[in-house]
């Protein structure tokens, strides 16, 4: 079945600082990824997606790239800020899935001054 | 934008009790709406799939009688904890699909905990 599987935490950063979350995945067929964050109290929020390989999601300054080769989708921000702090959860979305998700476990970050 | 809420946001039972918790969405027609459970540092499970009008869809392994589902209408799905028990003790999260929304779009609520004693 459909697996995620992504780097534990919490990530502790400074500002400015670059951030990778790592994400790798277990698909059949060609799945669609997505992260999502969580911020303190509120729900999950569609943060970037990507629907085929080689596609990169970006938004807010966050990049992640569909690599069907590594079978990766990697969340990369080149300068987090402290409003950055939150839970990434990486998931992805099968073939023909109909919007079921497969998540993974959720990465916190936390950006300190 | 599109808002799910949900509620109670945590709520406290005895064993034996059941649970209610709703999903709505505020300012949009949800078609179909899914509800997660999720335990600590673990990553969130999908329980059902609620189309409104019908019944829901369990994934394997989920009770369909212990974990009670209702989507009465296009913005309410709720979850009804049955005979609740610690063990199902966790924090439940509900999204919803917007009816006009392409595939793979979803909003999710803060998500309910739930604490049996």
């Known amino acids: 079945g459909n697996s995620v599987t992504q780097m534990e935490g919490p990530v502790t950063l400074s500002e400015e600082a670059f951030l990778t979350i790592n994400c790798t995945y277990t698909a059949t067929g060609y799945p669609s990824l997505f992260w999502y964050v969580q911020y303190p109290g509120e729900g999950l929020q569609l943060l970037l997606k990507a629907t085929k390989a080689d596609d990169k999601g970006s938004n807010k300054g966050f990049e992640a790239t569909y690599r069907k080769e590594t079978t990766s989708f990697h969340l990369e921000k080149g300068s987090v800020q402290v409003s950055d702090s939150a839970v990434y959860f990486c998931?992805?979305?099968?073939?023909?899935?109909?919007?079921?998700?497969?998540f993974g476990t959720g990465t916190q970050l936390k950006v300190e001054l | 934008g599109a808002v799910v809420s949900q509620h109670p946001s945590w709520v406290i039972c005895k064993s034996g009790t059941s649970v209610k918790i709703e999903c709505r969405s505020l300012d949009f027609q949800a078609t179909t709406m899914f509800w997660y459970r999720q335990f600590p540092k673990q990553s969130l499970m999908l329980m059902a799939t609620?189309?409104?009008?019908?019944?829901?869809?369990?994934e394997q392994g989920v009770e369909k009688d212990k974990f009670l589902i209702n989507h009465a209408s296009l913005t309410l799905s709720t979850l009804t904890v049955t005979s609740a028990h610690p063990e199902d003790s966790s924090f439940y999260i509900c999204s919803a699909r917007e009816r006009t929304s392409g595939a793979n779009v979803l909003t999710f609520g803060a998500g309910s905990r739930l604490t049996v004693l």
């Open positions: 998931a992805l979305s099968g073939t023909g899935g109909g919007n079921k998700l497969t």
């Open positions: 609620s189309n409104e009008g019908s019944k829901a869809t369990y």
